[in-house]
Structures are given as C-alpha cells and as structure tokens.
C-alpha cells in the first residue's frame, strides 16, 4: 500500500483529503505543521507528499527546500496544495523540484485525487 | 548604503505610485513633483514681473519669496491629504486580499466536503455523514462570523457613524452578564471563572452594543486558549479619572516574537493555530478598535508562568 504524508493546518481538509484517499486504499499519515511533517519523513518512508504553503511553524518554502535537501527525502514527489496561485510561487515552487502545484480553490476533491493518482504512477 | 537606497525608492516615482496602484495623475509623489515645478515657473514669472513694474529689488525679492512660499504651504497640504487618500486606498485593497484569503479556507472546506459526500453515497456510513455535516455547518457559521466581523470592522473604522451611540452605561451589569454567559462553556471545560468587580462604580460613554462586543472577545479568548482545569480572574475597579478592565487567563500564553503584532488584523500567535483553528484574528482588534474609539486603552502583559493579562481602560464620564 502506497503510502502518502499530507501536511496541511486546515484540519478539515486534512480530513476530508486524508479520507478520500483511504477510500482509494492509500496509506495516509497528517502532519498540522511543517515540524511535525519532517519528523514523519524522518521516521518512515512516503511515496508521496501533499504539502500546504502556509504552516504555523516553519513556511511550507522551507519544509520544502528541507525536503530537497535531505538525501533520504529529496527524490519523493511533492504536491503543494495551497491557496496562493501567484506565478513567483509557483516558479520558485518548480525550481524546489515541484512535480504539480494545485490552487486550492481551482480543484475539486476528486480531481486531487486524480493527480494523486498520476504523481504515484 | 541602507540610507542611500531609501532616498533612491523615495526619488523613484513611477515605483512609489506603482505601490499605491494609482496612475500617475493621481499618485501624491508626482504631483508633489508637479508642484514643484509649479512653485518655480511662478516664482520666476513673478520675479520677471516684479523687476518690470517694481523698481526695489528687495521688494521684488521679498514678493517672490512669499507667493513661492504660500504656493508650497498649499501643495505641501494638498499633496499630503493626497497621500492620505492613497495609503487609505492601498491598505483597502490590502485587507481585501487578506480577507479574501481568509475566506478561501472555509468555502474550500465546504467545497471538499460535500465532494467527499458525494463520493459514493453508499460507503460513507451514517456516523460520517454526521461527522461531515457537522464540518459544514461550522465553516458556514465561520463564513458567517467573518463577514460580520468584516461589516464590524469597516463601520468602527468610519469617523463618525450613526450606528455607534455613545451614552452613559454601567460595565459592571454588562461584564456581570457576560460571565454568566460564558460560564457554562467554562465548566465544560472545567474552568473556573473568578471576578470581583466593583458595583458602584462611575458611569463610562460608551456605545453598551461594542463594549460588549469588545469584552466578549476578551473573555472568549481567555476561555478558548485556557487549558483544562485552568483559572481565569477578571477584575473591574476606578483608577484615577478611569475604569479599569482586567482579565488574567491561565491560558497557553503568547510567545514573545508574536506579542508586538497581537492587535493587528487577521494576526494569530503561532501557538493559537493548534489551540482553537477557527479564529479569524480579528477579536483583538475589534477590541482595540472599539476601546479606542470611546477614549480608552487596550494592552496586555505576560504571565511568569503560563497565560496572559489583558488590561483596557476607559475614562470616566463626568
């Protein structure tokens, strides 16, 4: 079972994603923020990482950059998934090594899932 | 180098009316520019003017100075309201991009959560559906909280509104009211809520609609961030020519990075994220706004060991 960590503070897309996705037989872990997320990444091996920009702690930039960084981690694939759409976030999440960049608002709960599916292909 | 890159911004025009987002005839710094040029035509046309008809040249001199001067009084005046309106302008449009973000989290929850509903009906089970409706209806009651807050905000904002009655009030009746109010969430939480507050205290003006609003969210948030079993002390007494408001929680306190920012718009302390996710960062400033704009005064202290003391005052109406 493929197994995906979803760091994200809003509780209830948590949720309501965390949910879906076990409906698809994914394994899924939560993290409410970034600290907590890179502790998981270091304890356990994910397929894949849905990550939201705007984090209590550490900024999502930075958790990302973290995970490229780091050996272990730097080949998963990332998802963000967050409210800002502007082009400089976009780029500079691309030049982290972002495979897909998803606006929250512009998707609905199926279509996450449908390039959950494609990122883990 | 700092300081001479600051003069370098201020002389770039076109980028400091780029950051108010208005065109250049409408931009504070260009017509300051404009003006200036003004101010030299006219002093040169009226020194031309003064040494063909008036044959003293100090007295032309003198002339020229003076109408250089009044036209610089009047354009610095005019450029500064200018200003004003500009900075009034951009900070608008900067709380409606916050505002907007801050809207975008409960219309997307609703959004996946009635996709999740509408998965496949038969295999989300009926604790769930629960589960999710009650998701629902939480984010629209958040919705709703913002955009009253929002409509709050914009009418104490106004300088003189019909809506805010300023009169006479007793806070005692109305901080009585409210702990009684809040005393059952409280003791669910087994809280316990302490107070000693004077009851023959002077009168304040105020508007008794806002000052209620205001103490509310202060003792909300004194509910909200305690921990179980914590104490919260609120006091009400005369200092001086003021009523002064004390409300002491054993709460998770405020970290000290994020104190200076606890009163602004749409700001949350780190640690509150964790503590309670639906606040909008708004509480604290209606507070603050609505104290200011009887004559008081908001701030807070931190505890030595864990929470927070809020103090207001409010001047005594004599």
Redesign the interface.
């Known amino acids: 079972m493929k197994k995906i960590l979803i760091i994200e503070?809003?509780?209830?897309?948590q949720?309501?994603?965390g949910?879906?996705l076990r409906?698809e037989n994914y394994e899924v872990f939560s993290a409410?923020?970034g600290e907590m997320g890179l502790k998981l990444l270091e304890s356990q091996n994910f397929d894949l990482i849905i990550l939201d920009l705007l984090l209590?702690?550490i900024s999502g930039f930075e958790v990302l950059k973290r995970i490229k960084e780091n050996e272990k981690t730097k080949n998963i694939p990332v998802i963000i998934l967050t409210?800002f759409g502007s082009a400089e976030n976009v780029d500079k999440a691309l030049e982290l090594g972002v495979t897909t960049y998803l606006v929250?608002?512009n998707y609905?709960?199926?279509e996450v899932v449908e390039k959950v599916k494609k990122s883990l292909l | 180098m700092k300081y001479s890159k600051d003069i370098f911004y201020q002389l770039n025009i076109k980028r400091q009316c780029e950051k108010y987002g208005l065109s250049l005839w409408q931009c504070p710094q260009f017509l300051f520019l404009v003006m200036g040029c003004f101010i030299i035509i006219v002093s040169v046309v009226s020194y031309l003017l003064g040494i063909r008809f008036i044959v003293d040249p100090e007295i032309v001199a003198l002339i020229v100075l003076i109408v250089a001067a009044i036209l610089f009084v009047i354009s610095f005046i005019i450029i500064k309201n200018f200003e004003r309106l500009a900075e009034v302008s951009r900070m608008k449009s900067e709380f409606i991009n916050i505002i907007s973000h801050q809207l975008r989290s409960p219309l997307v929850n609703l959004k996946w959560s009635l996709d999740f509903l509408n998965l496949k009906k038969a295999e989300i089970d009926a604790e769930k559906r629960e589960e999710y409706y009650s998701i629902l209806q939480d984010n629209i009651k958040r919705i709703i909280e913002l955009v009253n807050d929002i409509t709050l905000i914009s009418r104490l904002q106004e300088g003189e509104n019909a809506s805010i009655k300023k009169q006479k009030i007793v806070l005692s009746n109305i901080i009585l009211d409210l702990i009684s109010q809040f005393k059952f969430f409280a003791d669910s939480l087994n809280i316990k809520i302490e107070y000693d507050i004077a009851s023959d205290l002077p009168k304040v003006l105020a508007d008794p609609f806002y000052m209620r609003l205001a103490i509310e969210n202060l003792i909300s948030n004194a509910v909200c961030y305690s921990s179980k079993n914590g104490i919260i002390k609120i006091s009400l007494k005369k200092e001086n020519n003021n009523i002064l408001f004390k409300i002491e929680d054993s709460g998770i306190g405020i970290p000290e990075e994020d104190q200076k920012y606890i009163f602004q718009k749409f700001f949350r302390a780190k640690n509150a994220f964790n503590k309670k996710t639906d606040g909008s960062g708004l509480g604290l400033f209606i507070a603050k706004s609505i104290i200011e704009k009887f004559g008081g005064r908001i701030w807070f202290e931190p505890k030595k060991d864990k929470g927070s003391i809020f103090y207001f005052t409010l001047p005594i109406n004599n």
């Open positions: 503070d809003e509780r209830v897309l949720k309501t994603l949910d879906t409906k409410l923020d209590p702690q409210n929250k608002t609905s709960l199926p």
